[in-house]
């Protein structure tokens, strides 16, 4: 399944504006998310350039809270977290994330709301990452409304999961946002 939807995700890169322009609709509604949820805090992944979003994502969602937690990537398959600033730097795993303090997962209660990549997810909530399992562990216990960003076929009838797998609260594509 995890091929399918990286093939997708790759004919999108051979075709840039409808990327874009995919791009540019799940970041409006993201941020019409975080507005609506009175997001003072909230904390979202930086897109690698398959993923949906797009170059501005981080920047359109900062502008919507006070404070954008990103996470960052360490060695024992554990995420930490450090405010967005415009200066990111490349991490561990080559993503872009900020050089701030940085905080454990704990920090992830003070926010409204928890963006989170998936490569699929299913009408009841269950996403497919990467398989790494970092968001499963950082989301593990906590209270706070978990939103998945994918391309609208990628919302699916059914993803493979484990009992460990956290479910979401929500789904953001192109067409809108999807309460579960």
Same mark, same amino acid.
């Given at each position: 399944m995890r091929d399918e939807h990286h093939a997708y995700r790759g004919h999108l890169r051979a075709h840039p504006?409808? /990327?874009?322009?995919?791009?540019?609709?799940? =970041?409006?509604? $993201?941020?019409?998310?975080?507005? #609506?949820? !009175?997001?003072v805090n909230a904390?979202?992944?930086?897109?690698?350039?398959?993923?949906? !979003?797009?170059?501005?994502?981080?920047?359109?969602?900062?502008? #919507?809270?006070?404070?954008?937690? *990103?996470?960052?990537? *360490?060695a024992d398959g554990v995420l930490a977290w450090a405010p967005y600033t415009a200066a990111l730097v490349p991490g561990a795993l080559g993503i872009a994330e900020p050089a701030g303090a940085r905080f454990n997962s704990r920090? *992830?209660? =003070?926010?409204?709301?928890?963006?989170?990549? #998936?490569? $699929?997810?299913?009408?009841?909530?269950?996403?497919?990452? /990467? !398989?790494?399992?970092y968001y499963d562990r950082a989301l593990a216990g906590l209270e706070v409304p978990t939103i998945a960003v994918v391309y609208a076929r990628e919302l699916v009838d059914a993803v493979p999961h484990d009992p460990h797998d956290v479910p979401v609260d929500a789904v953001i594509t192109e067409d809108g946002i999807l309460e579960l």
């Open positions: 504006e409808l /990327k874009r322009d995919l791009d540019r609709a799940i =970041s409006a509604h $993201a941020v019409r998310y975080l507005l #609506a949820a !009175g997001a904390a979202a992944y930086h897109p690698l350039a398959s993923e949906p !979003g797009g170059a501005g994502f981080v920047a359109e969602l900062a502008t #919507a809270c006070r404070t954008l937690f *990103l996470p960052i990537s *360490l920090v *992830l209660r =003070s926010c409204r709301a928890i963006i989170v990549p #998936a490569l $699929a997810v299913d009408r009841s909530g269950m996403r497919l990452g /990467k !398989g790494a399992g």
